[in-house]
């Protein structure tokens, strides 16, 4: 088993950052590629971004692309997510996901992920 707790969501201003971080428990970090995905109010939830167990591999989606940075530290055992120039469209609720069968070919898509957090709320004002 897997656990995961995200923070550091929050109401933040069109253009300004935030800093999610999502803690996993459980197993041995290392041994999972990592994801965070986003629901939107009345929408399904997408892939952001995801990041290979190496780290050496990382994928954005397109509308977040120059803006988004998500990086994995095995030694804390956390995988942050860096959110610059925000925008209204960015509102949602992030989670973020364990992946233990991930491979370089499906590291991005949503079934791969096993372990999931409760999710954290951000929301983008004007």
């Known amino acids: 088993q897997v656990q995961l707790v995200e923070s550091g969501g929050g109401l933040v201003q069109a253009g300004g950052s935030l800093r999610l971080s999502c803690a996993a428990s459980g197993r041995t970090f290392s041994d999972y590629a990592m994801g965070w995905f986003r629901q939107a109010p009345g929408k399904e939830r997408d892939i952001v971004t995801a990041?290979?167990?190496?780290?050496?591999?990382?994928y954005y989606a397109d509308s977040v692309k120059g803006r988004f940075t998500i990086s994995k530290d095995n030694a804390k055992n956390t995988v942050y997510l860096q959110m610059n120039s925000l925008k209204l469209e960015d509102t949602g609720v992030y989670y973020c996901?364990?992946?233990?069968?991930?491979?370089?070919?499906?590291?991005?898509?949503?079934?791969?992920?096993?372990?999931w957090g409760q999710g954290t709320q951000v929301t983008v004002s004007s």
């Open positions: 996901a364990a992946g233990l069968n991930a491979n370089n070919s499906n590291y991005y898509l949503s079934p791969t992920y096993d372990y």
């Open positions: 990041i290979t167990r190496s780290g050496y591999r990382k």
